[in-house]
């Protein structure tokens, strides 16, 4: 499991200091990022990368609210699914928060679905959810 620390700013909340529920996603996807580049998948993030990964799927459970200043953590897991790659996430401050998943799908340059590459699926051998959250 990968951890990511996000601080809650005040452009991310609504006049009441609530986290936006929109924002969650955001969490979701810097903590995506930054699992990529702690595997030195990074390039694949990039435009002129062989492969892109088109979002197919979102699911979010919003349990508890987050506010201006909270310390976040957020908790990824991800694991394949033939083409697929899908991501768990928690999101922590204290208590679970939020729970979310996306699901992705690799794309060549004329944006059609292909195999994941190689690379990525070793670095996927090794992960695996060690629970289901959502």
């Given amino acids: 499991m990968f951890q990511f620390k996000h601080?809650?700013?005040?452009?991310?909340?609504?006049?009441?200091?609530?986290?936006?529920?929109?924002?969650?996603?955001?969490?979701?996807?810097?903590?995506?990022?930054?699992?990529?580049?702690?595997?030195?998948?990074?390039?694949?993030?990039?435009?002129?990368?062989?492969?892109?990964?088109?979002?197919?799927?979102?699911?979010?459970?919003?349990?508890?609210?987050?506010?201006?200043?909270?310390?976040?953590?957020?908790?990824?897991?991800?694991?394949?699914?033939g083409i697929r790659i899908e991501f768990q996430y928690k999101i922590v401050k204290e208590e679970v928060l939020v729970l979310a998943q996306t699901v992705h799908v690799p794309l060549n340059s004329e944006l059609k679905p292909m195999k994941l590459p190689k690379e990525i699926k070793e670095i996927l051998k090794g992960e695996s959810w060690k629970e289901i959250w959502l």
């Fill in 7 to 81: 601080k809650v700013q005040f452009y991310e909340t609504d006049q009441m200091g609530i986290v936006h529920h929109s924002n969650y996603l955001r969490f979701c996807e810097e903590a995506r990022v930054a699992w990529a580049h702690h595997h030195g998948l990074i390039d694949y993030q990039k435009p002129q990368s062989a492969a892109h990964f088109a979002v197919l799927e979102t699911q979010v459970k919003h349990l508890k609210p987050a506010f201006f200043g909270d310390d976040l953590d957020v908790w990824v897991q991800a694991r394949s699914q």
